[in-house]
T-cell receptor, first 112, second 113 residues
Framework: KAGVTQTPRYLIKTRGQQVTLSCSPI?????VSWYQQTPGQGLQFLFE???????NKGNFPGRFSGRQFSNSRSEMNVSTLELGDSALYLC???????????FGPGTRLTVT | GQQLNQSPQSMFIQEGEDVSMNCTSS?????WLWYKQDPGEGPVLLIA?????ELTSNGRLTAQFGITRKDSFLNISASIPSDVGIYFC?????????????FGKGTHLIIQP
C-alpha cells in the first residue's frame, strides 16, 4: 500500500507570495492533518480535515488555510508569505476510527 | 495549557548500548504515540499505546504507558547505527477522531562508533 505523498518536496518563494502544498493520503484514509516543523518551535499542528470539512484547527494565523477534496486529497495554502514561514510542512493521514497518524515526507519551504 | 517534557534532549551512546527516553506531562492522556524522524523525512510511527500501564514491544523497541496517564517511556535495546535519529512522543486525549497531536521536543539519538 502506498504511503502518504506530498508535492512538491522542495519549494523556494519570496516574501509576500503565496504557496499551495499538496498531500495525498494513504488509500482509504479520510482524515488529513497538517503540521509545521521548525527548529525553534518543533512540530506544531495546523489543521485537520475529514470528509472535506475542517474538523480541528491549531493556533496559526488566517494566512494558513486548507481544503480537502472528495477523494481525500488535501491542499494547504499560505498567503502573504513571511520569512518565518520557512519550515518543513508535513501532512499525516489517519484511518477512520484510529488515532494513529501516518506522515508523508514533507515539503521543505524556504521563504527569501 | 498543558506542558509536555521529553528527556533527554540528546543522547550520545555506543553501538550495542540500551537507550531509554521518556515524556512527562501536566495533563492526562488516553493515547501515547512514539515516532522516529530521520533527517529530511517525515516522522515514522513506532509504537502506539492505548491503556494506562500498557507495555508494548516492537522488535528491539519497548514502550510503556504510565499508570498516571501523564507519562510514557521508550526503550531501545542493543542499539544499532540505523537507530540514529530524533524520537518524538505524541500524546493524545480524544473522544473521537484524529485531533491534532502535541509533540515533545524530541530526543536526538547519536551513536558513536
Amino acid at each position: 500500500k502506498a504511503g502518504v505523498t506530498q508535492t512538491p518536496r522542495y519549494l523556494i518563494k519570496t516574501r509576500g507570495q503565496q504557496v499551495t502544498l499538496s498531500c495525498s493520503p494513504i488509500s482509504g484514509h479520510r482524515s488529513v492533518s497538517w503540521y509545521q516543523q521548525t527548529p525553534g518551535q518543533g512540530l506544531q499542528f495546523l489543521f485537520e480535515y475529514f470528509s472535506e470539512t475542517q474538523r480541528n484547527k491549531g493556533n496559526f494565523p488566517g494566512r494558513f488555510s486548507g481544503r480537502q477534496f472528495s477523494n481525500s486529497r488535501s491542499e494547504m495554502n499560505v498567503s502573504t508569505l513571511e520569512l518565518g514561514d520557512s519550515a518543513l510542512y508535513l501532512c499525516a493521514s489517519t484511518k477512520e476510527g484510529s488515532y494513529e497518524q501516518y506522515f508523508g515526507p514533507g515539503t521543505r519551504l524556504t521563504v527569501t | 495549557g498543558q506542558q509536555l517534557n521529553q528527556s533527554p534532549q540528546s543522547m550520545f551512546i555506543q553501538e550495542g548500548e540500551d537507550v531509554s527516553m521518556n515524556c512527562t506531562s501536566s495533563s492526562i492522556f488516553n493515547t501515547w504515540l512514539w515516532y522516529k524522524q530521520d533527517p529530511g523525512e517525515g516522522p515514522v510511527l513506532l509504537i502506539a499505546l492505548y491503556k494506562a500501564g500498557e507495555l508494548t514491544s516492537n522488535g528491539r523497541l519497548t514502550a510503556q504507558f504510565g499508570i498516571t496517564r501523564k507519562d510514557s517511556f521508550l526503550n531501545i535495546s542493543a542499539s544499532i547505527p540505523s537507530d540514529v535519529g530524533i524520537y518524538f512522543c505524541a500524546p493524545l486525549y480524544s473522544g473521537g477522531g484524529a485531533d491534532g497531536l502535541t509533540f515533545g521536543k524530541g530526543t536526538h539519538l547519536i551513536i558513536q562508533p
